[in-house]
């Protein structure tokens, strides 16, 4: 759900990074936050156990400069990916506007993929939104890992809906920012359809 | 279609913005925040800049959230009212029709009992402006003629600009 400020011209999104344990949804966050001019982001709140584990959600404001006038502001949020939180991941997806599925590259994750992917669509469909419909870009994260899945193979297995496939490698920053931006250009192209 | 986006007008905004104002004088609190219960900030009143401002709503809505989960595993609809005791400061939230959440922050000039008080009377008053958003919000579903977006002739050099490219 986008916030429209006429008063002071700004414009909320909120982005969610969802996918399954371990696959790098707090890294592509936090590369975002290190890498960001000061003046554009805001504190990265961290709700995460004593072993780094996100417990309740990630959260990172950014300004991203303005369009037409009106200030952008990106609110993104990661969910818990250890299959137990999933009543938190349900809560942190109401409202989303975009999601970016953060799938994991290596052979031995992908059914944990397919099943976050099931989990996503689920708990979509709980919050009112449609998986098929809703501004959505599938990253393949961890590309560098010597047992990386090859790309064919993980797109026939996770990519539904022709949505934009970006392969990254969240630690290095490579692919990070081409995923944010794929998944602005589908929130921004959904308000323009109103 | 679940996506109904909240646009907020000048004139709801300054009103929202007069009976927080008012609740904050009223209450003597520190400061008052309203927040929507997807963790974005409407609007603020008092010492609003001793505190980072949007990691307390996003705060704020995610512990609604969780306590609205809670409720709900109890049997309960949803839990209006949270209170948090500080040892100096303390924090009164509660929920203002189907979507905002209000944030007052307070010490020992005030008290449980005034806070509450003010709250439930701004609360009222509060309702009323979101409810009208929210009525206008559905009769303009679908209907674009009347509510022209911003965004109507965005380019994708505008996204790219954004991005820095």
């Not at chain 1, 989303?96 to 590259?105: E, P, Q, R, T, Y």
Request: with cysteine; aromatic share 8%; glycine share 6%.
């Amino acid at each position: 759900m986008t916030f429209i400020n006429y008063a002071s011209r700004e414009i909320n999104c909120k982005i969610v990074y969802y996918g399954p344990g371990l696959c790098g949804k707090t890294t592509n966050i936090q590369w975002i936050f290190e890498q960001a001019n000061p003046e554009r982001k805001g504190k990265l709140v961290s709700l995460a156990t004593e072993t780094d584990r996100t417990l309740f959600f990630d959260f990172l404001p950014l300004d991203m400069g303005t369009v037409k006038g009106f200030k952008v502001r990106f609110h993104l949020y990661t969910v818990p990916g250890q299959v137990f939180y999933d009543a938190s991941r349900k809560l942190i997806l109401r409202g989303c506007d975009g999601v970016i599925f953060v799938a994991d590259s290596q052979t031995a994750r992908m059914e944990a993929n397919i099943e976050s992917i099931a989990n996503l669509a689920t708990n979509l469909k709980e919050n009112g939104f449609d998986i098929r419909t809703i501004p959505y870009v599938l990253q393949l994260n961890k590309r560098d890992m010597p047992t990386a899945a090859p790309v064919t193979e993980m797109e026939q297995l996770l990519r539904f809906r022709n949505e934009p496939m970006i392969e990254a490698v969240a630690s290095r920053g490579i692919g990070v920012i081409d995923t944010l931006k794929a998944t602005a250009r589908q929130i921004l192209m959904d308000l323009q359809r109103g | 279609m679940a996506k109904l986006d909240l646009v907020m007008f000048e004139e709801e905004y300054k009103q929202l913005q007069e009976i927080i104002s008012r609740l904050q004088t009223d209450s003597s609190s520190k400061v008052v925040f309203l927040v929507d219960k997807n963790g974005q900030q409407i609007a603020a009143a008092g010492e609003v800049r001793s505190i980072d401002a949007t990691s307390l709503a996003s705060l704020t809505a995610g512990n609604v959230a969780a306590t609205d989960g809670l409720a709900k595993l109890i049997g309960e609809k949803e839990f209006s009212l949270l209170f948090h005791e500080g040892e100096k400061d303390n924090l009164h939230i509660s929920i203002v029709g189907k979507r905002g959440i209000l944030v007052v922050i307070f010490d020992q000039n005030s008290s449980l009992a005034l806070v509450r008080l003010r709250v439930k009377k701004a609360s009222r008053e509060l309702q009323e402006i979101f409810e009208h958003v929210e009525q206008r919000a559905q009769s303009q579903g679908g209907d674009n003629a009347k509510f022209e977006s911003p965004f109507t002739e965005i380019t994708d050099e505008d996204i790219d600009r954004l991005f820095g490219d």
